[in-house]
T-cell receptor, first 113, second 114 residues
Framework: KAGVTQTPRYLIKTRGQQVTLSCSPI?????VSWYQQTPGQGLQFLFE???????NKGNFPGRFSGRQFSNSRSEMNVSTLELGDSALYLC????????????FGSGTRLTVV | AQTVTQSQPEMSVQEAETVTLSCTYD???????LFWYKQPPSRQMILVIR??????QNATENRFSVNFQKAAKSFSLKISDSQLGDAAMYFC???????????FGQGTRLTINP
């Protein structure tokens, strides 16, 4: 079956713009979480959605937001982009029994110039 | 808050040999799960192996095995018969029971020398 699909794979934006990233989970997976990966900070949790509800949020400013649709697809949005937002954004999906591990997508590489 | 520490930023090993990657974590929880993920240049994080804290038996997946020491809060990954395809960043991750997120270590870059 298809894995976790993230689009686009690469994105270049200018400071001050906003961006929307998309994630389609594995069929049947209802939990979707997002992570930011940078060389300096490593992998940091952004937020997690289950059945269209945000259940947990990491320590990121309000410029970072997300949502989940009824088909479990998720989007994350970053407004007023800053240079420091340049990162690899990874999406992961899981079954309700999350303890069995998460399946990750290949990420979206965002560059802010 | 839980933390995960990988003290080896880089490791290298000869093809066909065995290598061990270290991971320690800090938590006050008694029920949790530990994972090793591999991230090749393709960027996708791939689950290598998982361990439930309540299980004393160390997890094994083919050439990959862990040494889980709960009292010492240590969770090392052993890769036997290293192959060129094992070259990647390896991340140790922690998940508390009932938590909806993974806490990652900083990663270890593994190089396989032919």
């Amino acid at each position: 079956k298809a894995g976790v699909t993230q689009t686009p794979r690469y994105l270049i934006k200018t400071r001050g713009q906003q961006v929307t990233l998309s994630c389609s989970p594995i069929s049947g997976h209802r939990s979707v979480s997002w992570y930011q990966q940078t060389p300096g900070q490593g992998l940091q949790f952004l937020f997690e959605y289950f059945s269209e509800t945000q259940r947990n949020k990491g320590n990121f400013p309000g410029r970072f937001s997300g949502r989940q649709f009824s088909n479990s697809r998720s989007e994350m949005n970053v407004s007023t982009l800053e240079l420091g937002d340049s990162a690899l954004y990874l999406c992961a999906s899981s079954l309700v029994g999350e303890n069995y591990g998460y399946t990750f997508g290949s990420g979206t590489r965002l560059t802010v110039v | 808050a839980q933390t995960v520490t990988q003290s080896q930023p880089e490791m290298s090993v000869q093809e066909a040999e065995t290598v061990t990657l270290s991971c320690t974590y800090d938590t006050s929880e008694s029920d949790y799960y530990l994972f090793w993920y591999k991230q090749p240049p393709s960027r996708q994080m791939i689950l290598v192996i998982r361990q439930e804290a309540y299980k004393q038996q160390n997890a094994t997946e083919n050439r990959f095995s862990v040494n889980f020491q709960k009292a010492a809060k240590s969770f090392s990954l052993k890769i036997s018969d290293s192959q060129l395809g094992d070259a990647a960043m390896y991340f140790c991750a922690y998940k508390g029971e009932g938590a909806q997120k993974l806490v990652f270590g900083q990663g270890t870059r593994l190089t396989i020398n032919p």
